[in-house]
């Protein structure tokens, strides 16, 4: 079957009724995810894993996971544009990636052109999702013919290539960053080892002879973690929210608007391909490069059109360029789609190279509900971005009890375990330190995800060599993954002692 053929298969999936209403609950949920300040897209998705394995109950396992990940996606690149009307109005980040957009966003909402800044928001998002779509469509079937070609060398080098990449461009400190990566990788060993049947830090506990629960780990860390940390530092938002008068932007607007979201919408898909890299990174770029090529760069920060319109679209375009790596070499290049991959491999289906084969209908599908989601995103954001603003006022009060009993009732739905509620409120307590301290997350989340598949892949190739290590090296593709890697840890540490020596030179 052709591209086209396998597109229009994933249409028919993505059109039925069920599908259609969990595309459409998936962006609901991450818009006013987005707009929420302080949840962001990884604590909503790994709170709504729970929900999707009760709710898609009624269907088979492969529509099921298919269903699944289309209200989860729905979720992650509806938060990206949900997080845009906090940044706007309140001058508060809805979440990470929005941060950029406060510095003109809300400087047009203090002159009155608040609803300006949120529909040039909304049109470039759509924009951004529809091009990064587009270019997921042609780059499928291509990334995942040569990676079939791989072996478990190159596997093996990939994945710790992603590894890598997230630990080097995680948090402040890349030594926190790498500690959070080997303690992920050492809690996936627990459990019993697939191949030699022996017990790992199970401590005779037959609990923990099946593994750490993803989904227990990842609920708690994030969202139950947020929760903590909002009750026990007693974080209050302040600030007046601007008013939205027109919705409509002027012709001019538009105009001007052109040029920052293509170079945006560009932009950010590439460095979304980048594993490590997402939507935070893209959005500075893309706000650098518009400052670098405009006429009048002294307007940006005093409430521009252009630095609202280009780092919007490259979060988004953002979001859409890591799903290729997750579904064409099953490697996820942020927490988020560490957190999707999870969710798949819940219903035992694995991310890669074989995804388009062997479950078409869960990629097609997939893609197919993101053009549909796309669609419904614009549709809701440009005359309900009102309402939206209201869910900013939500009180606390209201909102952590909900939180709360989401995951407390979602993780004991799917494990029916009281262990895993114990599990998931120590992940919580956990989460809370981590983040108190500077230490993330998400490369502690992508080493439990990716730490089976390493070892696994590690063991096949050296059962390959009879034990020769160098086959990681005499392979080029594989020695390529592993100098990439080892450069993308190095270059931030040299880069940062570079910096130490200039101001201790500028200093003498």
Not at 341 to 356: C, D, E, R, T, W
Not at 414 to 431: E, P, T
Request: hydrophobic share 50%; with cysteine.
């Amino acid at each position: 079957m052709s591209t086209f053929q396998y597109l229009m298969q994933g249409f028919e999936t993505a059109f039925t009724w069920y599908n259609l209403l969990f595309a459409f609950a998936g962006v609901l949920i991450g818009t006013a995810v987005g707009v929420l300040p302080g949840i962001g897209p990884m604590s909503g998705v790994a709170l709504l894993i729970p929900v999707t394995a009760s709710v898609t109950g009624f269907l088979g396992p492969e529509q099921a996971a298919g269903s699944a990940i289309i209200l989860l996606a729905g979720v992650y690149y509806g938060a990206m544009y949900g997080g845009s009307t906090t940044s706007i109005l309140l001058n508060t980040p809805g979440e990470s990636s929005s941060v950029v957009t406060t510095l003109d966003g809300y400087q047009m909402a203090k002159k009155g052109r608040a609803g300006s800044a949120l529909s040039i928001a909304a049109i470039g998002s759509f924009v951004a999702g529809i091009f990064t779509l587009i270019a997921l469509i042609v780059l499928a079937k291509p990334l995942s013919a040569l990676a079939i070609k791989f072996g478990p060398a190159e596997y093996f080098s990939l994945m710790l290539l992603g590894l890598c990449a997230v630990s080097g461009l995680a948090g402040k400190s890349v030594t926190k960053a790498l500690i959070m990566t080997i303690f992920g990788l050492l809690l996936a060993t627990i459990g019993i080892d697939s191949v030699s049947g022996v017990s790992r830090f199970t401590y005779d506990i037959p609990w923990l002879y099946q593994g750490l629960e993803f989904l227990t780990v990842a609920v708690g860390l994030f969202a139950l973690g947020e929760v903590f940390k909002t009750i026990i530092e007693n974080e209050v938002e302040d600030g007046e929210m601007a008013k939205i008068n027109n919705l409509l932007p002027s012709k001019e607007e538009l105009k001007e608007s052109v040029a920052p979201i293509a170079r945006g919408s560009v932009l950010g898909f590439f460095v979304g391909l980048l594993p490590g890299a997402g939507a935070i990174l893209a959005s500075f770029f893309a706000y650098i490069l518009e400052k670098k090529v405009s006429k009048t760069p002294e307007k940006f920060g005093t409430g521009t059109i252009a630095g609202v319109a280009s780092p919007e679209s490259a979060n988004n375009a953002a979001s859409g360029g890591a799903m290729i790596p997750l579904l064409t070499l099953g490697i996820p290049s942020s927490g988020t789609t560490a957190i999707l991959m999870g969710a798949l491999m819940m219903y035992n289906i694995q991310p890669g190279p074989l995804l388009f084969d062997e479950h078409p209908d869960v990629a097609w599908g997939l893609i197919a509900s993101m053009f549909i989601g796309n669609v419904m995103l614009i549709i809701l954001n440009m005359p309900l971005v009102k309402i939206f603003a209201k869910i900013i006022q939500t009180p606390k009060k209201y909102l952590l009890p909900l939180i709360v009993a989401i995951s407390i009732f979602g993780v004991y739905a799917v494990q029916v375990s009281v262990n895993d509620l114990l599990l998931l409120i120590a992940c919580g307590i956990f989460g809370y330190f981590l983040s108190k301290n500077d230490f993330p997350i998400a490369p502690l989340v992508l080493g439990i995800v990716l730490g089976p598949m390493i070892e696994n892949n590690l063991r096949r190739a050296l059962t390959v060599s009879n034990g020769d290590y160098s086959i990681f090296f005499t392979h080029p593709i594989s020695l390529v993954f592993l100098i990439i890697g080892v450069l993308w840890i190095l270059i931030p540490i040299i880069i940062k002692l570079k910096g130490k020596e200039v101001v201790i030179n500028v200093e003498a």
